[in-house]
């Protein structure tokens, strides 16, 4: 089925170890976006990739990176994995509807991660 | 910063009563709004979305925008158990990305 794929589902880590969060999306959409949701926050905006080769900070950048390797994969690093860190991340990607000019964005089914 | 309001809830309504849901922003720019509902343990799924003032409608759902207040609201007539969920309002200013609320929690009691 079309939509964003998102791997690992679950992850724990130990605090300093590195690790990449992968997602697809086999939509054709020139946007992807990573977020973190953590309880009574809502949903934060990372890092985004507007179109291919461009990628640019959101709301909460700090330690993490992003690579947008092509147009269907945004990859999400973390360098050295912090407790503060612990959330559950979601990437989404979206495409104008041309007919109607209106952004919608479809999720990932979402990574838990834990750092200890 | 954008901010984007709603009431935590959580907001319990009967089985066959109508539900609304509220939505506040600051950013008077903002130009396309998004209601999203997400299940406990699940992604965001896209419910509704709206750009004009005035009330747009899709099935038991009912979203509402009024720029000049900056608000948007959504309505849900005959709520079910089903639609017992985390709402959560969106909203998209300038480039494509979106600002969301932190969820009202809904809960439909049988």
């Known amino acids: 089925n079309a939509g964003v794929t998102q791997t690992p589902k679950f992850q724990v880590l130990k605090t300093g170890q590195s690790m990449t969060l992968q997602c697809a999306q086999d939509m054709n959409h020139n946007s992807m976006y990573w977020y973190r949701q953590d309880p009574g926050m809502g949903l934060r905006l990372i890092y985004y990739?507007?179109?291919?080769?461009?990628?640019d900070k959101g709301e909460v950048p700090n330690g993490y990176n992003v690579s947008r390797l092509n147009k269907r994969e945004f990859s999400l690093r973390l360098e050295s994995a912090a407790p503060s860190q612990t959330s559950v991340y979601f990437c989404a990607s979206s495409d104008r509807d041309r007919g109607r000019g209106v952004y919608g964005y479809t999720f990932g089914s979402g990574t838990r991660l834990t750092v200890v | 910063q954008k901010e984007v309001e709603q009431n935590s809830g959580p907001l319990s309504v009967p089985e066959g009563a109508i539900a609304s849901l509220n939505c506040t922003y600051s950013d008077r720019v903002s130009q396309s709004f998004f209601w999203y509902r997400q299940y406990s343990g699940k992604s965001p799924e896209l419910i509704m979305s709206?750009?004009?003032?005035g009330d747009k409608e899709d099935g038991r759902f009912t979203a509402q925008l009024n720029k000049a207040s900056q608000y948007v609201s959504l309505l849900i007539r005959d709520s079910q158990p089903s639609d017992s969920a985390t709402y959560l309002c969106a909203v998209r200013t300038g480039a494509n990305n979106l600002f969301f609320g932190t969820g009202t929690r809904l809960t439909v009691i049988p």
């Open positions: 990739s507007a179109s291919e080769g461009t990628t």
């Open positions: 709206i750009y004009s003032n």
